[in-house]
């Protein structure tokens, strides 16, 4: 079966530009995730969708970025305007419904450089 | 607060050694580990999990990890190296009493293997 699949794969933007990272999920898997993992840090979840719904968006900086998963399928997360420390690399994580105890699968990360 | 830690950054053996990377945890209640692998440029790969039952699990490539309740500590174990094991090896941990599921990972220890 097809991964998670993630695009772009390197972003440049200088501060106060905006940008957007887009994620295909594994097909049947409901729940989504996107983390940011900083260099030399474990990965931090941003936010997690159960089909196109927001289940947990408590560390998400709401102040400048969004994410949204329309159709329960892929799922776009923005930051608008974009900070320097928002250099990291993003990664988007899928999981099919089960109990919790199942594993995350994960994309290969957008690796985001602001200047 | 569920937290993980990775206490060293960087570990280093020679090929055919045994080799241990460590892991303690901190949950409120009863905790699903996890352990993954990342490769440079890539997105984390699952390589094992501990739910519940035998202390001892095994996983991918050889891995294995041990359940340590009384030490609150899941250890990742390979009876011998290779040196294309080197990669970045996170733990996580989730409060399998949490409705909302979140994954916290460990700040990730380098594994290096040399021939």
């Known amino acids: 079966e097809a991964g998670v699949a993630q695009s772009p794969r390197y972003k440049i933007i200088e501060k106060r530009q905006s940008v957007a990272f887009w994620c295909n999920p594994i097909?049947?898997?409901?729940?989504l995730y996107w983390y940011q993992q900083i260099l030399g840090q474990g990965p931090k979840l941003l936010i997690q969708?159960?089909?196109?719904?927001?289940?947990?968006d408590s560390q998400l900086p709401k102040d400048r970025f969004s994410a949204e998963r329309l159709k329960g399928v892929d799922s776009t997360l923005k930051i608008q305007p974009a900070k320097l420390e928002d250099s990291a690399v993003y990664l988007c994580?899928?999981?099919?419904?089960?109990?919790?105890?199942?594993?995350?699968?994960f994309g290969p990360g957008t690796r985001l450089t602001v200047t | 607060a569920q937290s993980v830690a990775q206490p060293e950054d960087q570990v280093n053996v020679a090929e055919g050694n045994p080799l241990t990377v460590k892991c303690t945890y901190s949950?409120?209640?009863?905790?699903?580990l996890f352990w993954y692998v990342q490769y440079p440029n890539r997105g984390l790969q699952f390589l094992l999990k501990?739910?519940?039952?035998?202390?001892l699990v095994k996983g991918s490539y050889g891995f294995e990890a041990e359940f340590n309740k009384s030490q609150t500590s899941f250890h990742l174990k390979k009876p011998s190296a290779l040196v294309s094991d080197s990669a970045l090896y996170f733990c996580?941990?989730?409060?399998?009493?949490?409705?909302?599921?979140?994954?916290?990972f460990g700040r990730g220890t380098q594994l290096t293997v040399w021939p």
């Open positions: 994580a899928s999981r099919v419904p089960g109990q919790g105890m199942d594993e995350q699968y």
């Open positions: 097909s049947g898997h409901a729940t």
């Open positions: 969708f159960q089909n196109n719904g927001v289940v947990d």
């Open positions: 949950v409120s209640g009863n905790p699903y």
């Open positions: 501990y739910i519940t039952g035998d202390n």
């Open positions: 996580a941990v989730r409060d399998r009493g949490s409705t909302l599921g979140r994954l916290y």
